[in-house]
């Protein structure tokens, strides 16, 4: 199965900004981009709700969300060359899914 972005050909390559993102949802599903906006809004606030409890968020054929840990480790000030402790951390991290992997190749 080949997974077909509509609005891929229309972006030329180049990096989409979220105005950017926002006119293609509400273009291609033919939506107000108000109502496009809401709706990704909605997306990326459910996504960070779920990372925030350390849940992943699986999205078939486009990706997966989810929590890594960076361990601590020291690190340098570049300006001064002082050795610096760096705390251990959450991170997002994101795996793409075969669809997303295929379109893009």
């Known amino acids: ?37 809401r709706a990704l809004d909605a997306m990326i606030d459910a ?18 969300f989810s929590v890594g840990e960076r361990a601590a480790r020291t690190g340098r000030n570049p300006r001064t060359k002082e050795a610096i402790k760096i705390a251990a ?5 994101f795996k793409a899914g075969k669809a997303l992997k295929d379109a893009v190749n």
């Open 1 to 37: 199965m080949r997974c077909e972005f509509p609005f891929a050909a229309t972006l030329n390559g180049a990096q989409v900004n979220k105005t950017e993102l926002i006119e293609e949802i509400a273009k291609s599903a033919d939506i107000t981009k108000a109502s496009a906006t």
């Open 47 to 64: 996504v960070t709700a779920s990372l925030q409890k350390n849940d992943s968020v699986t999205l078939v054929g486009f990706g997966t």
């Open 89 to 93: 951390a959450k991170v997002p991290k």
